[in-house]
């Protein structure tokens, strides 16, 4: 069930689609506040929204570069793209620039809701609401560095745990390629490498790793950590 103070800003030029977002996200007891452009966008951060869904074809501020001065004002707020454009680049770039996720236009409701809920859970747990990540039958206790399915520990490598552990800090939420190599090797290693220890992980934390049910693949972007139920 959403919490019902959460305060969404919608940035988007469009009025219906600002009008069926007002609608479907009202009714799941949002509070909406709203932008046609960038430079109000920017105004309402004042308002300290707990979300924000960002449309990237403005008319005044380039998308990438509103999302980067929405990061500099604020590192935390949980922001979901929106674009009309599908092309892996562009949401590679997004996700680069500070995006938690990311839709293509026309999205369906249902999935953007669920989006909003990862990205808000994605944000308790960067505050440290939790130290035992837990989502289906896997439980990942950060602190003691234990994994389990179910009642049998996984035994993993120091970088099969590392890898874990970065994708459990951002659960729900897309880690691109260049993002995770940097968090585990080296920005410049080869992508192949990171290949290697999630074919290895998933080997050891799913029922079966060629149907991944909690590590996902964004196919050309990265992978997702299936967030908690």
């Known amino acids: 069930m959403n919490a019902p103070a959460s305060k969404v800003l919608i940035i988007d030029d469009e009025p219906p689609i600002r ?18 452009n960038g430079k109000m966008g ?24 509103l999302l980067r ?23 590679v770039q997004a996700l680069d620039y500070g995006a938690d996720d990311y839709l293509t236009k026309p ?4 999935e953007l809701l669920a989006r909003m809920r990862a990205a808000l859970r994605h944000q308790l747990q ?16 950060l ?32 880690l691109t390629h260049k993002f995770l190599l940097g968090e585990l090797w080296d920005s410049m290693t080869d992508a192949q490498y990171l290949r290697v220890y999630v074919r290895q992980l998933r080997q050891k934390i799913e029922k079966d790793p060629e149907r991944p049910q909690y590590i996902l693949t964004e196919t050309g972007v990265g992978y997702r950590l299936r967030s908690p139920d």
């Open 19 to 36: 009008k069926l977002l007002r609608m479907g996200l009202t009714t799941q007891g949002y509070q909406i506040i709203e932008a046609p």
């Open 42 to 65: 920017m105004e309402l951060l004042k308002e300290e929204p707990d979300l924000i869904i960002l449309d990237l074809g403005l008319p005044d501020i380039q998308g990438h570069e």
């Open 69 to 91: 001065m929405i990061r500099a004002r604020s590192e935390s707020v949980p922001i979901v793209v929106l674009s009309s454009r599908g092309d892996e680049a562009g949401k």
């Open 107 to 110: 999205f369906g409701m249902e």
């Open 126 to 141: 960067a505050q440290g609401e939790r130290p035992i990540f837990k989502v289906g039958d896997l439980s990942v206790d």
């Open 143 to 174: 602190v003691r560095r234990i994994v389990r399915m179910g009642e049998r520990e996984a035994k993993l490598s120091p970088k099969e745990y590392d890898l874990l552990r970065v994708l459990v800090q951002h659960a729900g939420k897309v």
